[in-house]
């Protein structure tokens, strides 16, 4: 997940003076280089390995958390929890990539000459046949993840304090509205990673939720 925060600084830190050009066109991008869009689609591939074996982990976790599956609700938010992990592989990446070539494909058309306005028309309408696609799928994915972990936060499931809430990607994502407010150009650049950084705080906290469970058995058979 911090390779995905470096891919995410490297897309959408755009720098001062940026702003949006229809649906997804960035005033910056013909001042960014084309080898952070490539790099930023290439850690997205590097971090796919890791990244599955995360996933797989805290979803066996779950899975094992018997106590989890006794209710409706909890099988309800135990299930979004495991499917979130399953949408962030299957589609998390490529939506990444996705993103990464449209900035690609509007340097494409300025260099062969293209008008600014009818290469950022171009991009923009493109992005449109998949725009609602993605942010459904953004949704599930995220709201999914971060519903399951504050369930799971809330009814004691973890052996972590309540501050664990803000370990996912949806709290960060909510810290990072008020963050990009501050009129300085560092807080708008740095949060871009905010929900890479989410998933990261997450897997952090699982582990120090699966080394506590290994100090209790340690103890049961002490």
């Known amino acids: 997940m911090f390779l995905f925060m ?14 949006e050009i229809g649906l997804i066109v960035h005033s910056n991008w013909p001042n960014m280089s084309m080898w952070r869009f490539q790099a930023s689609a290439t850690l ?20 094992k958390n018997t106590s989890l599956y006794e209710t409706k609700l909890g099988s309800f938010w135990g299930n979004a929890f495991c499917l979130g992990h399953i ?10 990539i996705i993103l990464c070539l449209f ?3 509007y340097k494409t058309l300025l260099s062969k000459g293209a008008d600014a306005g009818i290469a950022a028309e171009s991009v923009n309408n493109s992005c449109t046949y998949v725009v ?8 599930i994915c995220d709201i999914g993840v971060s519903g399951g972990w504050y369930y799971m936060i809330f009814k004691r499931k973890l052996k972590l304090s309540r ?10 994502l909510l810290i990072d509205f008020p963050l990009k407010m501050i009129p300085l150009q560092f807080f708008k650049d740095f949060t871009v990673a905010f929900e890479s950084l989410g998933w990261l705080l997450m897997y952090v ?5 699966a080394g506590k469970q290994q100090e209790g058995v340690k103890h049961e058979y002490a």
Do not use: K
């Open 163 to 172: 501050w664990a809430l803000l370990s996912c990607p949806l709290s960060t």
């Open 103 to 105: 900035p690609m494909i």
């Open 44 to 63: 997205a591939l590097v971090a796919l390995l890791p990244v599955f074996f995360a996933s797989n982990e805290a979803i066996q976790m779950t899975r």
């Open 132 to 139: 609602a696609l993605l942010i459904i799928l953004y949704m």
């Open 87 to 96: 949408l962030l592989l299957t589609y998390g990446i490529g939506f990444h």
């Open 205 to 209: 906290a699982l582990a120090i939720h």
């Open 6 to 19: 470096i891919g995410d600084w490297q897309l959408d830190a755009a720098g001062a003076g940026d702003s």
